[in-house]
């Protein structure tokens, strides 16, 4: 019998884009649950929320901007380490890139491993792989709780807010328009890749970014969320998935089941609900494995490779 392999190998189907104004001189370049970015139109210049997964995907970001603005592009702001975010930077030739601490410590602790594990894993999230620069991207700027960027006038401010999606996860928020930019602590119609994640702190951290009072967001994956009542619905939806996840691994851990059968058990109360989710069947296998072993106590989340990936994969399939 041929071997299974990821959902995500056989998604080659190209996704149409959205540029959508969430505010003004805000946008949100989405594409039907593909890693979303965010452009902020400032009076000087403009920032770009998550850079793509290579430079030539970033040159239709490039592009779409270009659509409403000749403005210079000042700064990347990279939300997270996630390949599938960072290494298109180079294209924006930005005057800063800008990141968290803690994700500046994961470039370093994972930076490679990941990039390669990524790769391996969904390929048609890294067309034009051979734009990519040899090495890393690597932030010019860092931080460790919050700071503020002038676009002119126009004041971006970037906070680490807690741990989620990773442990470095960071947001921006636009005062003049109440809107923010979440990268994947928040997620609309969009399974949460959870493989690196902090499953007890999320919920923590999106009830920070509801304190913000958010009028409009850029969601990490999914549409534009413009109006509190679909702020609240995204964010409502996040964190069910995260905490359905969790509480069906813990509950399997109490009980003593193998990674197999808490694969089983997680599936049971998550197809229900968000099978028809963007990527999901992508996701779960990293999910679960992350849910168990948070739920056994390990609390840092274990360094992906390609040959951890296929282990995990045979464990689920075996």
Same mark, same amino acid.
């Given at each position: 019998m =041929?071997?299974?392999a990821?959902a995500?190998?056989?998604?080659?189907?190209?996704?149409?884009?959205?540029?959508t104004e969430?505010g003004?001189?805000?946008?949100?370049?989405t594409?039907?649950?593909?890693p979303?970015?965010?452009?902020?139109?400032?009076?000087?210049?403009c920032?770009?929320?998550?850079?793509?997964?290579?430079?030539?995907m970033?040159?239709?970001?490039?592009?779409?901007?270009r659509t409403?603005?000749d403005?210079?592009i000042?700064y990347?702001?990279?939300?997270?380490?996630h390949?599938?975010?960072?290494?298109?930077?180079?294209a924006y030739q930005a005057?800063?890139?800008?990141?968290?601490?803690?994700?500046?410590?994961l470039i370093i602790?994972?930076?490679?491993q990941?990039?390669a594990?990524?790769?391996?894993?969904?390929?048609?999230?890294?067309r034009?792989?051979?734009s990519?620069?040899?090495?890393?991207t690597?932030?010019?700027?860092?931080?460790e709780?919050g #700071?503020?960027?002038?676009?002119?006038?126009?004041e971006?401010?970037?906070?680490?807010l807690? =741990?989620?999606?990773?442990?470095?996860?960071i947001v921006?928020w636009v005062?003049?328009?109440?809107? #923010?930019?979440t990268g994947?602590?928040v997620?609309?119609?969009?399974?949460?890749?959870?493989?690196?994640?902090y499953?007890?702190?999320?919920?923590?951290?999106?009830? =920070?970014?509801?304190d913000?009072?958010?009028?409009a967001? =850029?969601?990490?994956?999914?549409?534009?969320?413009?109006g509190?009542?679909?702020?609240?619905?995204?964010?409502? #939806?996040?964190?069910?998935?995260?905490s359905t996840?969790?509480?069906?691994a813990?509950?399997s851990?109490?009980?003593?089941?193998?990674?197999?059968?808490?694969?089983?058990?997680?599936?049971?109360? #998550?197809?229900?609900?968000?099978?028809?989710f963007?990527?999901?069947?992508?996701?779960?296998?990293?999910?679960?494995?992350?849910?168990?072993?948070e739920?056994?106590g390990?609390?840092?989340?274990?360094?992906w490779?390609?040959?951890?990936d296929?282990?995990?994969?045979?464990?689920l399939?075996?």
């Amino acid at each position: 019998m =041929a071997e299974k392999a990821f959902a995500s190998t056989g998604d080659t189907a190209a996704k149409t884009v959205s540029f959508t104004e969430i505010g003004p001189d805000l946008y949100a370049y989405t594409a039907e649950g593909d890693p979303n970015s965010g452009i902020i139109v400032g009076d000087d210049g403009c920032m770009v929320i998550d850079a793509q997964a290579t430079p030539a995907m970033a040159e239709d970001v490039i592009a779409r901007v270009r659509t409403v603005t000749d403005k210079p592009i000042k700064y990347v702001v990279l939300s997270h380490y996630h390949a599938v975010r960072v290494l298109g930077a180079s294209a924006y030739q930005a005057q800063g890139i800008i990141a968290s601490n803690a994700t500046y410590d994961l470039i370093i602790e994972r930076g490679e491993q990941d990039k390669a594990s990524e790769i391996g894993r969904f390929p048609r999230l890294f067309r034009g792989e051979s734009s990519i620069p040899e090495g890393l991207t690597w932030p010019t700027l860092t931080f460790e709780s919050g #700071m503020s960027v002038f676009l002119g006038k126009r004041e971006v401010k970037l906070f680490h807010l807690g =741990a989620g999606h990773t442990a470095g996860d960071i947001v921006a928020w636009v005062p003049d328009a109440e809107a #923010m930019f979440t990268g994947d602590l928040v997620e609309y119609h969009s399974a949460c890749y959870c493989g690196d994640a902090y499953l007890r702190e999320w919920p923590q951290t999106l009830d =920070a970014i509801l304190d913000f009072q958010p009028k409009a967001i =850029a969601p990490g994956r999914g549409d534009a969320l413009q109006g509190e009542q679909q702020v609240r619905e995204a964010v409502a #939806m996040t964190r069910d998935f995260v905490s359905t996840l969790y509480g069906a691994a813990e509950l399997s851990v109490a009980r003593g089941r193998s990674l197999k059968e808490t694969f089983g058990a997680t599936r049971a109360v #998550m197809d229900p609900k968000f099978g028809n989710f963007a990527i999901y069947e992508h996701c779960l296998p990293f999910n679960v494995s992350r849910a168990f072993d948070e739920a056994s106590g390990i609390d840092h989340p274990v360094i992906w490779t390609a040959e951890r990936d296929r282990e995990m994969w045979a464990a689920l399939q075996g």
